[in-house]
């Protein structure tokens, strides 16, 4: 990725960091795949453990068939297959039973579960090994997060200045907001147009709790309360009318770079992380990331029908510092900008200081949103140590 001439400022170093994290070698080694689980979360129909050499690049894991490497030679060229972890969920598991097996079980097995309902166990040799991988991993997909938000911060600091309503837009939104979009539910899922409602909390309930805090715990802090983004098949919406899904409660709602600096302005692509209820039949209730592209309007540019989009979504679930003001402060945990370093290179993280999370106990049960908040707190800890260095 060229950082040219005419870029704006504030993006230049958020495009340096992005190209150097897309090629970071995090890890690489031996280990045992199997394909567990299918695209649509059925057994897979190959079901054989498979010798793989494996770099993790960025948040692109790369896998060779070993056998096929030692049959190639030095000069042989062997074709790898890729599972893009950007948006997929990790878990390591002490002992996994194994039917084929007659009962035995295995020990040190990572499970990869990608957006796209595939999952993948991997079996290490040793603890450590199994360890050192799932540090690398969820360090690789912390900081890309962690940069995309950095790159909607900038984008607005740079781009946001010279669009004539953008008071207006940053305004502190008290009513609903609604449009249509495209939505997936999760990546790898077929994209569908929805009409989605965002619903700042209900100021009444807001008031309630407010007076309740005030008379009966004055010494305590009152909880946030948030609203929620629903989305519909139709846009006529009745009381009877049943959502496709419900996001109750987001923790990141961040813009998407698109990969080509062109693409930019057009660009409407916005990730949520949060817990989303899908009203299926049964209806599920799980941790996880909407993807929404917002629809254009004649003669208005993405990147402001993404800003119509996200303020919305920010007060209704109070993320970055909204409905107040944007948090810009690289040191504050709560703000776009978090961890984005004026005069080094990208990262105050390093596979040790995860791997030492993993060994924390009750590890094993985080969440992903608790994750984040670890690592959080864990990168503000070395960033406030570096400046006292």
Not at 22 to 51: A, C, I, M, V
Not at 373 to 380: I, P, R, Y
Request: proline share 5%.
């Amino acid at each position: 990725m060229e950082v040219a001439q005419d870029t704006l400022p504030e993006l230049q170093p958020i495009f340096t960091f992005l190209n150097s994290h897309s090629n970071k070698l995090y890890q690489e080694g031996y280990f045992l795949k199997l394909h567990d689980l299918d695209s649509r979360g059925r057994p897979s129909t190959d079901r054989s453990w498979q010798e793989c050499f494996a770099q993790l690049v960025g948040t692109v894991l790369s896998l060779w068939d070993a056998a096929q490497l030692d049959s190639a030679g030095e000069n042989g060229e062997v074709v790898p297959t890729f599972i893009n972890l950007a948006d997929a969920s990790i878990k390591m598991i002490e002992s996994l039973p194994m039917n084929e097996q007659g009962g035995q079980t295995l020990q040190n097995v990572l499970s990869i579960s990608t957006a796209a309902n595939n999952r993948y166990l991997l079996h290490f040799n040793t603890l450590n090994s199994l360890t050192q991988w799932a540090a690398g991993m969820r360090l690789a997909m912390f900081e890309n997060a962690s940069l995309q938000e950095s790159y909607t911060g900038a984008l607005i600091a740079g781009k946001g200045k010279v669009l004539n309503n953008i008071r207006q837009i940053m305004e502190p939104n008290r009513v609903r907001y609604e449009d249509w979009a495209r939505v997936r539910f999760g990546a790898g899922t077929p994209w569908r147009r929805c009409w989605f409602v965002v619903s700042p909390p209900d100021p009444k309930e807001v008031q309630r709790i407010q007076k309740m805090y005030k008379k009966a715990k004055p010494y305590e802090k009152m909880p946030v309360i948030k609203g929620d983004l629903k989305f519909y098949e139709t846009r006529r919406i009745t009381k009877k009318t049943k959502p496709i899904a419900t996001i109750a409660d987001a923790y990141t709602a961040y813009a998407i770079y698109p990969q080509s600096k062109p693409l930019i302005d057009q660009s409407t692509l916005v990730k949520i992380d949060g817990r989303i209820t899908i009203h299926s039949s049964p209806e599920t209730d799980t941790e996880g990331s909407v993807f929404v592209m917002p629809e254009v309007h004649p003669a208005v540019s993405g990147f402001e029908i993404m800003l119509r989009f996200l303020f919305p979504v920010w007060d209704t679930f109070a993320l970055y510092g909204r409905p107040s003001k944007l948090v810009a402060d690289v040191l504050d945990q709560r703000g776009l900008m978090f961890a984005l370093p004026v005069d080094r290179k990208y990262g105050y993280l390093e596979i040790l200081d995860v791997a030492t999370l993993i060994h924390t106990k009750g590890s094993q049960n985080w969440s992903d949103r608790q994750w984040r908040q670890e690592l959080k707190q864990l990168t503000s800890k070395r960033m406030l140590a570096s400046v006292e260095d």
